[in-house]
Structure formats: C-alpha cells, structure tokens
Nanobody, 115 residues
C-alpha cells in the first residue's frame, strides 16, 4: 500500500501564492500517476492537476496558467505551485496517487483565499 502526507495549505489573500507538497511512502515503486483534487463546501471533488510518471501534465481549465504540478520521483513527492490565487480556489486539497493495485488519498489540506 501507499501512504500520503500532505503539507503547505493555509490562508492567503487573493493574488497570493501557496505551494502544496505530498510525500508518499510504502510501496512507492508501484506509483504511476500523481495528482491533486479539491473539494469546496457543497461541491463535488474535482481534479485540479495530474502528472503521470513519464507523460504530459493535465490541468483543470480553471487553474491553467496559474497552477503548476511537478513531481520528484527520487523523493516520491508531488507538488502543486499555486499562483494568482482567487477566492474560488478555496477548498480542501487532496493528494491522489495511482499505483499498481489501487489508489491512495491524502488526508486533505485546507486552502483559504480571501478577497
């Protein structure tokens, strides 16, 4: 199995930046894609960005040009750099990892953007 620990959430004013990190442990040699989802109050969880082991990154239209996903395979870590944050980015952000045999989710980290 794979365990995930997230960090980096917080409170920021509109236009500010935050960087989320997610470190994986366990059967990390089985990890394929890594990504970030978010869930705002009263809304469904949605994909923010994903990055496969060797392919192209994928972003939600709402974050293109503002967010950047990256990963460090040596450290089994995925990052989400969030710039030009907007109040509508406020949500709990979840790290997601696809590995051989299943999916793993982080515990979630709150991101709050004030106007």
């Amino acid at each position: 199995q794979v365990q995930l620990v997230e960090s980096g959430g917080g409170f920021v004013q509109a236009g500010g930046s935050l960087r989320l990190s997610c470190a994986a442990s366990g059967y990390t040699f089985r990890i394929n894609a890594m990504g970030w989802y978010r869930q705002a109050p009263g809304k469904q969880r949605e994909l923010v960005a994903s990055i496969p082991r060797g392919g192209r990154t994928n972003y939600a239209d709402s974050v293109k040009g503002r967010f950047t996903i990256s990963r460090n395979n040596a450290w089994n870590t995925v990052y989400l750099q969030m710039n030009s944050l907007k109040p509508e980015d406020t949500a709990v952000y979840y790290c997601n990892v696809e590995f051989v045999g299943g999916l793993a989710w982080g515990q979630g980290t709150q991101v709050t953007v004030s106007s």
